[in-house]
Each structure stands twice: as structure tokens, then as C-alpha cells.
């Protein structure tokens, strides 16, 4: 479940298309729920990954600045 599929879904909200059953709208949406969900949970793990990377980047400054300070 992709991008194409979550554009698939938000275009069954515009103006020009009905629900002829309410339970019809309400799958929609669940389905669109979902979507938006599992996409929210890649964002999630893509910045914790770039926090983790940062982190990582900050220790290995400081160690270079400990050794430039202390290391003469």
C-alpha cells in the first residue's frame, strides 16, 4: 500500500464522487485511516534512524574534539 493507493483513496473524497451507502464511506475512511497510518509509522522509523545516525555523527565530534584538545 503505496502512495498511488492512498491518492486512489483521497480521490474517492472530492466533490464530484458519492457514497451511495454510508457504509461505503465508512470503509473508505477506514481504509484511508490505515493508509495514513502505516505511512506515519514509515516517517516514524525514518527519523528515529536519522536521530540514531545523529547522534552517532555528535559522539564522533566530540571525540575528535577531545583529541585535538587533549591529544597534543
Not at 33 to 51: D, E, G, I, W
Amino acid at each position: 500500500m503505496g502512495k498511488k493507493k492512498l491518492d486512489e483513496i483521497i480521490a474517492m473524497f472530492s466533490d464530484t464522487c458519492g457514497f451511495g451507502d454510508p457504509e461505503a464511506r465508512r470503509n473508505a475512511e477506514l481504509r484511508l485511516q490505515l493508509l495514513l497510518a502505516q505511512q506515519q509509522s514509515k516517517t516514524a522509523n525514518r527519523l528515529n534512524l536519522l536521530t540514531f545516525l545523529l547522534v552517532v555523527v555528535g559522539l564522533l565530534n566530540a571525540a575528535v574534539l577531545a583529541f585535538q584538545v587533549w591529544g597534543k
